[in-house]
């Protein structure tokens, strides 16, 4: 069973910068697809952006253009860089591996 751990969540101001990372740890093989996923509040979850092991890459159309996925295969660690950050960007974001779930971590920005 993966298990993943975020972190480098926060609060900024709008227009502002963080980077997520998701470490994978208890793994068994290598990981195809790594994804992150945030939660609004009063909202569904929702897939933000994922990676393959090509990098092959995929963005929700609400963040293209201003976040970056990206992985480190032998660290078994994704990122997300999140850049122009705007308040509707606020929600708790996870991490997603092989049906996996990270216990997840807010982003906060603020108007």
């Known amino acids: 069973q993966v298990q993943l751990v975020e972190s480098g ?3 900024v101001h709008a227009g502002g910068s963080l980077r997520l990372s998701c470490a994978a740890s208890r793994i068994m093989g290598i990981i195809n697809v790594m994804a992150w996923f945030r939660q609004g509040p009063g909202k569904q979850r929702e ?6 092991l090509g990098d092959d890459t995929f963005y929700a159309e609400s963040v293209k253009g201003r976040f970056t996925i990206s992985r480190d295969i032998a660290q078994n660690t994704v990122y997300l860089q999140m ?5 509707e960007d606020t929600a708790v974001y996870f991490c997603n591996a092989r049906d996996e779930w990270g216990q997840g971590i807010q982003v ?3 108007s």
């Open 9 to 11: 969540g926060g609060l």
């Open 47 to 52: 897939v933000v952006a994922s990676i393959g």
């Open 83 to 87: 850049n122009s950050l705007k308040p």
């Open 108 to 110: 906060t920005v603020s």
